[in-house]
C-alpha cells in the first residue's frame, strides 16, 4: 500500500487560499465565502463578526441535519420494508400452515362420513 501523501490534496489542517477555492467553487463545490480562515484571522473585507459566525453555524446546521434527515428517512424505509417483508413471510408460512391442517381434518371428516354411509347402505342392502 502507497502511505505517500498526494500533494494536490489538502490536509485537514491545511488553509486553502481564496484564490484556489475560487476555481473550485465554479466547477461545482460549494464553499462558504469564509473558508481558509480561522475566526481570528482577517476576511478579505475585515474579520468576520460574531453575527456572521453565528449565521455560519446555523446554516452549516440545518444542512446538515437536512442531510442527516434524508438519509435517516432511506435507511428507515429500507429497514421497514425488509423487516415487514420477513414478518409477512411468517405469517404466510403460519396462515399456510394452518390451512393445510384444517383441509387435511375436513377432508379426514368427509372421507370418514362417506365411508361409514356406504358401510351403511352395504349393510341395510344385504
Known amino acids: 500500500m502507497n502511505t505517500q501523501l498526494d500533494a494536490s ?9 481564496l484564490e484556489e477555492i475560487s476555481s473550485e467553487d465554479a466547477a461545482g463545490l460549494s464553499v462558504p465565502a469564509v473558508s481558509g480562515h480561522t475566526h ?4 478579505e473585507h475585515g474579520p ?5 459566525w453565528q449565521l455560519l ?10 442531510q442527516v434527515l434524508t438519509r435517516v428517512d ?11 417483508a420477513d414478518v409477512l413471510q411468517t405469517a ?5 400452515e394452518e390451512i393445510r391442517a384444517g383441509l387435511k ?22
Open 40 to 43: 481570528d484571522q482577517p476576511h
Open 9 to 17: 490534496i489538502p490536509v485537514l489542517t491545511e488553509v486553502i487560499p
Open 74 to 84: 432511506f435507511v428507515l424505509e429500507h429497514r421497514v420494508r425488509d423487516n415487514l
Open 92 to 96: 404466510v408460512s403460519a396462515l399456510a
Open 48 to 52: 468576520i463578526s460574531e453575527e456572521q
Open 105 to 126: 381434518n375436513s377432508l379426514e371428516d368427509v372421507v370418514t362420513r362417506a365411508v361409514n354411509q356406504e358401510i351403511a347402505k352395504a349393510k341395510i342392502q344385504k
Open 57 to 66: 453555524e446555523q446554516t452549516l446546521r440545518e444542512n446538515v441535519l437536512k
